[in-house]
């Protein structure tokens, strides 16, 4: 099966600091790859090259086995390429419907068609579990789970065919990480969209991850399926393995 995404000995430089080096690894549709690092591993500069903020300096990435250099944003988002990033960019002040298409609203005549775009919210957040009453309530009155959810749904109505999410389980409580692990678990069942799913939480990553890529200091530590991986290994992978356990021995000393 073709990669959705296939990064090849990608790098990238700011000046003479080396954010990434020969990255490498795949990204298949209907499967979700845990990106894990710890802070300052690359896991940002490497999504902002995947969403068109930046571009590679070596290598390439490939989308469905064709080379593709994102001059923008706009560009990665028009070739399919979803990003959920953990501020979500939504008007807490605003409706449920306005957040979903906000930007991209219908028009009816000279007027917004809100009843078609209010259908189309119910519809599609409905396919990821999220029931909504209300469509015209401000989305600040919904959970921090079910507006994850909005921004999921809004991505792949929108075209996403791979769903970056960055770090959509941090700063909720319990409850409402559960809603995005079902939500992210329904998008994976769709079968058609392959997932990036950014985490520091490795349980998390344990539940839902069928790949996983492990960043430490700009380069690909490990990287492979689940029967691949060392699960019991998962947290000090994400620490930086050698690393971790060299100053583990240091502070026995």
């Not at 990669?3 to 020969?22: C, E, M, Q, R, T």
């Not at 501020?87 to 979903?100: C, E, G, I, K, W």
């Not at 009816?108 to 409905?126: C, P, R, V, W």
């Not at 996403?160 to 409850?175: M, N």
Request: without cysteine; aromatic residues 6%.
């Amino acid at each position: 099966m073709e990669p959705s995404i296939k990064f090849n000995k990608v790098s990238k430089f700011f000046g003479n600091i080396i954010a990434l080096k020969h990255i490498s690894f795949t990204v298949y549709k209907g499967e979700i790859t845990a990106l894990l690092g710890d802070n300052g591993s690359g896991k940002s500069t490497l999504i902002k090259l995947l969403s068109g903020v930046y571009s590679p300096d070596e290598g390439e990435i490939l989308l469905d086995g064709k080379p593709v250099k994102f001059k923008s944003p706009r560009d990665a988002v028009s070739s399919g390429i979803g990003t959920v990033y953990q501020d979500l960019a939504l008007q807490p002040l605003m409706s449920v419907t306005r957040n979903f298409f906000l930007g991209r609203e219908i028009s009816k005549g000279l007027s917004l068609d809100f009843q078609t775009m209010d259908n189309i919210t119910k519809t599609e957040m409905a396919k990821l579990g999220i029931d909504v009453a209300d469509p015209s309530q401000p989305i600040g009155t919904m959970s921090g789970g079910q507006r994850q959810t909005l921004a999921i749904s809004r991505a792949i109505y929108f075209g996403a065919k791979v769903l970056i999410l960055d770090e959509p389980t941090s700063a909720l409580g319990q409850k409402q990480q559960l809603e995005v692990l079902k939500t992210i678990s329904k998008v994976k069942k769709l079968g058609n969209i392959a997932i990036i799913f950014i985490t520091h939480n490795d349980m998390h990553a344990k539940l839902l991850g069928d790949r996983f890529a492990f960043l430490n200091r700009g380069k690909v530590l490990a990287s492979g399926s689940k029967k691949e991986i060392d699960m019991s290994n998962l947290r000090t992978l994400m620490a930086g393995g050698d690393e971790l356990a060299k100053l583990e021995n240091e502070l026995k000393a």
